[in-house]
């Protein structure tokens, strides 16, 4: 009686250890399993509409994180960091800066201090040290505070004020590199007006950035 009782449970049995499982439906990162009463062709549709609807929002999120992250974040007339320099500056510096709104970081400082040692550059407030190659370098303090996200312009109309400066101008700054003779907004504090007309002098020169 036992004996047959063992056959006719695993004649019921048999048939559920053969049956393939059942396919998973992705749903974020959650795993359902389909209902018992769904077909095949059912179940395989929800499956493929989960898996559309997921590769969907993922693309579409990382399509909003991409223009997230390269979006800039700096604004015109904002603090910012040089890209591509070294750690010390002696003198007017310029360079893009994608994170800039107008793409560019410019600290103008025109005046150029000769030095032996530290003793002449640190009782200048704008200079820390003695550089290399004899010139006093910019203070780390002095260039976190006048480095500032500027833009390029035809005339000085379309340069809005900055932030401590007292007088904007549309001029050349670099005379080398992929910025050369471009006309930015500057501040004409730290540069002067013979100055910006010898840098407009020289990039009137056709060949001036070849």
């Known amino acids: 009686m036992h004996h047959a009782h063992a056959i006719l449970l695993l ?5 559920l250890a053969a049956a393939c499982p059942l396919k998973p439906e992705i749903i974020g990162e959650t795993f359902t399993t389909a209902d018992e009463g769904a077909t095949e062709s059912d179940t395989d549709a ?28 700096l604004d015109y007339g904002e603090p910012c960091e040089f890209e591509g320099l070294g750690p010390t500056i002696e003198v007017t510096a310029m360079s893009p800066q994608p994170a800039c709104a107008g793409g560019i970081c410019l600290l103008v400082h025109d005046a150029i201090l000769p030095c032996e040692d530290d003793a002449v550059c640190i009782d200048d407030p704008d200079h820390g040290a003695c550089g290399a190659d004899d010139l006093c370098t910019l203070a780390p303090e ?10 390029t312009c035809d005339d000085v109309s ?13 001029g050349p700054i670099a005379l080398l ?33 070849s």
């Open 142 to 151: 002095y260039v976190a505070e006048h480095a500032r996200c500027t833009q």
């Open 177 to 209: 590199g992929e910025l050369c003779c471009q006309k930015v907004c500057a501040c004409l504090d730290g540069t002067s007006s013979g100055d910006m007309a010898s840098r407009e002098a020289q990039c009137a020169d056709p060949g001036a950035c």
């Open 11 to 15: 004649a019921l049995l048999t048939p």
């Open 158 to 170: 379309e340069c809005p004020p900055i932030p401590g400066c007292a007088e904007v101008v549309c």
């Open 46 to 73: 929800d499956t493929d509409a989960a898996t559309t609807t997921s590769a969907s929002a993922t693309t579409e999120g990382s399509a909003s994180d991409s223009s997230t992250s390269s979006a800039p974040g």
